[in-house]
């Protein structure tokens, strides 16, 4: 399993998120406390958004605390809006094209979780992919397949509806061709204005979702894990939620996909 931290708000330095704190990103990269397995160290990535539309996105396959570069550009850029990501491949290679988070024009996407038996329905679920959006398949993941699903599916102009219908494909694949668990997801998607987090499981094991509001950002963070293990505010999202972030408002909905 994997671990990952966004955030939405007044600029910050991504080191704020990514390595600065007890807790980080790059310590959970080590160590992390709430997943099936503690080191997450088969690749990163960070999408981050300025003045472009489009996100600028950094990743590698090495293991996130041993990358000097990461922790330079860590701490000299600084952005309103990222997504980073630590990799524990559930079975696909380590390559920096299945490193999260993946980008197609303004939208951002990473993933924790699996659809159970991916390999034997590959090719069914890549065949899910619009053809206008197959260019962008790049990787060997899951993951990307879902994002692609999702753009497929009118991610642009209804996001937690997208994202439920590619996730409801997925599990009834998994569920007519692959094994259990058919779906366990913790996912943060972004447009570049608003952030958006789901979390969701076919059994009932979700991967763990927390958010908190920083006085001290002015911003929001969406973590696989709190980035303080002392520090109180940190709000867990629920399974079958979906979040999202615009703003001040926060709205949180319904999200249990139809398999």
Do not use: K, N
């Given at each position: 399993m994997c671990r990952w931290a966004a955030y939405i708000g007044e600029p910050i330095f991504l080191e704020d998120i990514i390595s600065r704190p007890d807790h980080s990103l790059i310590e959970q990269s080590k160590e992390?406390?709430?997943?099936k397995t503690s080191t997450n160290g088969d690749g990163f990535g960070v999408a981050w958004y300025d003045t472009r539309p489009q996100p600028g996105l950094y990743r590698d396959v090495y293991p996130a605390w041993s990358d000097p570069n990461l922790r330079s550009v860590a701490h000299h850029i600084q952005s309103r809006?990222?997504?980073?990501?630590?990799?524990?491949?559930?079975?696909?290679?380590?390559s920096r094209n299945n490193c999260h988070p993946f980008t197609v024009g303004n939208w951002s996407f990473m993933h924790n979780g699996q659809a159970g038996g991916f390999e034997h329905f590959r090719k069914q679920a890549d065949m899910c992919i619009p053809d206008e959006l197959y260019q962008h398949r790049k990787g060997a993941t899951d993951s990307e397949v879902l994002f692609l699903m999702a753009l497929g599916e009118g991610l642009e102009n209804d996001p937690q509806g997208a994202l439920?219908?590619?996730v409801a494909r997925l599990e009834t694949l998994s569920?007519?061709?692959?094994?259990?668990?058919?779906?366990?997801?913790?996912?943060a998607l972004s447009d570049g204005h608003r952030l958006f987090a789901a979390r969701y499981s076919s059994d009932l094991i979700a991967p763990s979702v927390y958010?908190?509001?920083?006085?001290?950002?002015?911003?929001?963070a969406v973590v696989s894990e709190p980035l303080e293990t002392d520090e109180d505010g940190w709000t867990e999202l629920e399974p079958g939620t979906f979040l999202e972030l615009n703003g001040d408002t926060v709205t949180l909905t319904d999200f249990s996909p139809e398999s």
């Open positions: 992390a406390e709430e997943c809006l990222f997504l980073a990501h630590v990799r524990a491949s559930t079975g696909s290679a380590i439920g219908r590619a569920r007519q061709r692959g094994s259990t668990p058919h779906m366990r997801l913790s996912a958010y908190r509001w920083s006085d001290t950002h002015q911003g929001w």
